[in-house]
């Protein structure tokens, strides 16, 4: 005897409960890499503040390495901080709009499962395609 299928609704309220899951793990793997980019950046312009005014100082551009002068560098990393502390608030944000999505993802197949009733129909607004 084989086991009852699924519901297709159901199927695809779980295939969208699924997808929110991987939207959420790769935004917050995207944060975790910012934040080692970060704390990498940070670390380079802690070095450059060692080095004397004078003394020759690099950038790496590719696989050669440049020569440049310290305040260029430490401006161009500063600036790089600044991007990834707004790109790290933007992702914040998205990660946080995807919680309350899978919590409401959650708790409408749970109720649909609890009822054993196909969801009601959608509202003429819940189309995000429109």
């Not at 990498?40 to 440049?66: P, Y």
């Not at 020569?67 to 600044?82: G, N, Q, R």
């Not at 990660?95 to 649909?112: D, G, N, S």
Request: net charge negative; aromatic share 2%; charged share 35%.
């Amino acid at each position: 005897m084989s086991a009852p299928q699924m519901p297709p609704w159901l199927q695809e309220q779980i295939g969208k409960l699924q997808q929110s899951q991987q939207n959420l793990q790769s935004i917050m793997t995207q944060r975790q890499h910012l934040e080692m980019e970060k704390a990498e950046t940070e670390k380079a312009i802690d070095e450059l503040k060692k080095v004397a005014d004078g003394d020759s100082v690099f950038k790496q551009a590719g696989t050669v390495l440049i020569k440049s002068d310290k305040k260029t560098l430490v401006d161009e990393l500063e600036e790089k901080i600044e991007l990834a502390k707004t790109r790290s608030t933007v992702l914040e944000k998205q990660e946080v709009r995807v919680k309350e999505t899978l919590k409401e993802q959650e708790a409408k197949i749970t109720e649909m499962m609890k009822s054993g009733n196909a969801p009601p129909p959608p509202a003429a607004d819940d189309n995000p395609r429109k």
